[in-house]
């Protein structure tokens, strides 16, 4: 095992440590006491943000650089509320993704990406198939101009809660507790999807072939 990739582990475990007590549930009595104690549950040496009191799922004061503060400029909570859900969403797709081609192998008529580092499969099928990338922008841009909609509308009228797209094809009982699943587990999409690509930059491995051989 090479310095580099043993330091590398070892800065991916630092990380997931320290963000282990920014996934912890927030309780009742935890909410009761940010507010009274104003100090952060997350960063205890640090005074509780304001803006978060706990009544989010997954909010447990976790704002070192102080961005649920900011107001004047559109990027209030709501929207980053918003933001967060979207990434943590898309990262769970890229991940299931990622693995998924790298396990099974590709769809057929597109670069085999079986075994192979994700990064470098990208561009393979940007190299064949550029007309899909541009039209994924192209689909994107709708989607992103449909959110940017909703959620300027949402905060607006304080009808909407942030990330309800009313997309429940399942019919699931949308619970706190669910709400609480889906957030963490987009952190962590979102930790596992940075991890992937750095990986596939610096070692042009795939993420299994990292993950269990370790090369």
């Given at each position: ?50 803006a ?7 909010d ?6 102080g ?41 057929p ?25 541009v ?19 949402g ?10 797209f ?8 949308v619970?706190?507790?669910l709400?609480?699943k ?8 979102m ?19 990292n ?5």
């Amino acid at each position: 095992i090479s310095v580099e990739f043993a330091m590398m582990k070892i800065c991916a475990l630092v990380i997931a440590l320290a963000s282990v007590q920014a996934f912890v549930p927030v309780s009742n009595t935890a909410r009761s006491s940010l507010l009274l104690n104003a100090k952060s549950q997350a960063i205890p040496f640090l005074d509780a943000p304001p803006a978060l009191d706990g009544s989010m799922a997954g909010d447990v004061g976790f704002d070192p650089l102080g961005l649920s503060g900011i107001t004047g400029i559109g990027a209030d909570l709501y929207w980053m509320r918003e933001a967060e859900l979207k990434h943590a969403r898309v990262a769970m797709l890229a991940v299931t993704g990622a693995i998924f081609v790298e396990g099974c192998g590709s769809l057929p008529g597109w670069p085999e990406g079986y075994g192979k580092s994700q990064t470098d499969v990208f561009w393979d099928v940007w190299a064949e198939k550029p007309n899909a990338i541009v039209a994924a922008i192209c689909f994107f841009t709708v989607v992103e101009l449909i959110s940017g909609v909703a959620t300027t509308a949402g905060r607006e009228s304080g009808l909407r809660e942030p990330g309800d797209f009313m997309f429940n094809p399942l019919q699931f009982k949308v619970t706190d507790e669910l709400r609480m699943k889906e957030i963490l587990n987009g952190r962590l999409a979102m930790i596992a999807a940075a991890g992937i690509i750095l990986q596939g930059m610096t070692t042009h491995n795939g993420a299994l072939h990292n993950l269990f051989l370790g090369e």
